[in-house]
């Protein structure tokens, strides 16, 4: 293993705040990462971490060898990318986090023709969506709905997800449609609690003509299973308020929106996040104007989302 690679291995190490984390991001074996960690202190005659069961830190000497470590990775990526001329192909890996619904139902399903376009270059696709798993995971490539916290990372907004209250026809045959926001507290509500919020969403606001309405629904369920209440609705459980990612699930007839004459407030932006360098590199550029398309074909007429017209204005500059 040489140098550079130790060093990388350091610095996601750092990042992740263990070794077992770090061996996870990298897919390598955590005895893997402590050998090079081993290796390097030996090389370079410090100590870089402090050591116990419960948490992983850096020494003195460890702080400064990490902020040069991740200077040299971030030279050589820069390097990387001069090198790589469009003309000549792309080559190397592209390593992209995404969350579930991105990545099943907008990107994954497309992903051949990108691949075919770029035949030489590997993509490794990992579920993630918060910031510090990018850097900690040395991902090239983050996309994630949620406005991102500050960082140094370049944020591109792609799209807005638009909230509605959903049921399938199974359920509204039972139970009656509601009319007014007010008679969700007499129906089976399923409410998501994504796992990096504190508490269920069980407060849906509705606007219509300036009136404003918030609603404390029923908890019929409550789960952070996204997926899972997508699939508990279309079998007639209740109703759920969700930013779709799949509007043939809508088209098709399988679930009904309802209280359509109300807005469902509280949509979320997905955004594009990458490191930012003085030379973007044409796999990460590439990649992006795909994005722009994907987006683009999943949702013509915007049922479920409403598209950025800045994103693929933005990707080409980029490349120009």
Do not use: N
């Not at 399903?109 to 850097?135: G, Y």
């Amino acid at each position: 293993m040489d140098r550079l690679r130790r060093m990388e291995i350091l610095v996601r190490a750092a990042q992740a705040g263990s070794f077992a984390r770090a061996a996870q991001l990298l897919q390598i074996d955590p005895s893997a990462v402590s050998h090079a960690i081993a290796e390097l202190e030996k090389q370079l005659r410090v100590k870089l971490f402090y050591r116990t069961t419960r948490q992983l830190s850096l020494t003195e000497e460890g702080q400064e060898i990490f902020h040069r470590a991740r200077e040299i990775l971030s030279q050589t990526a820069e390097l990387d990318a001069i090198g790589q001329k469009p003309r000549e192909g792309l080559r190397g890996t592209l390593r992209l986090g995404m969350t579930v619904p991105i990545s099943r139902t907008v990107i994954m399903p497309r992903l051949p023709l990108f691949m075919r376009r770029h035949p030489a270059l590997d993509v490794e696709c990992l579920v993630l969506s918060q910031v510090k798993e990018m850097h900690a995971g040395g991902l090239d490539l983050m996309l994630r709905p949620g406005t991102p916290p500050e960082s140094s990372l370049i944020a591109r907004k792609i799209a807005d997800i638009r909230f509605g209250v959903y049921a399938a026809p199974a359920y509204l045959e039972v139970a009656g449609e509601p009319r007014d926001p007010d008679q969700l507290t007499e129906h089976r509500c399923f409410v998501h609690k994504p796992p990096v919020v504190p508490r269920a969403l069980d407060e849906w606001e509705f606007e219509r003509s300036g009136e404003r309405r918030l609603i404390k629904v029923p908890r019929s369920l409550v789960t952070d299973d996204r997926e899972g209440m997508i699939d508990a609705v279309l079998a007639g459980g209740g109703l759920m308020r969700i930013g779709m990612f799949d509007p043939a699930l809508i088209t098709s007839g399988r679930l009904c929106k309802v209280l359509g004459d109300w807005q469902c407030v509280g949509g979320q932006p997905i955004y594009a996040l990458y490191r930012k360098i003085s030379t973007m590199p044409p796999k990460i550029a590439a990649f992006l104007e795909f994005v722009g398309e994907c987006f683009a074909e999943f949702d013509r007429d915007e049922v479920t989302l409403t598209h950025s017209p800045t994103f693929s204005e933005s990707v080409r500059s980029m490349r120009a």
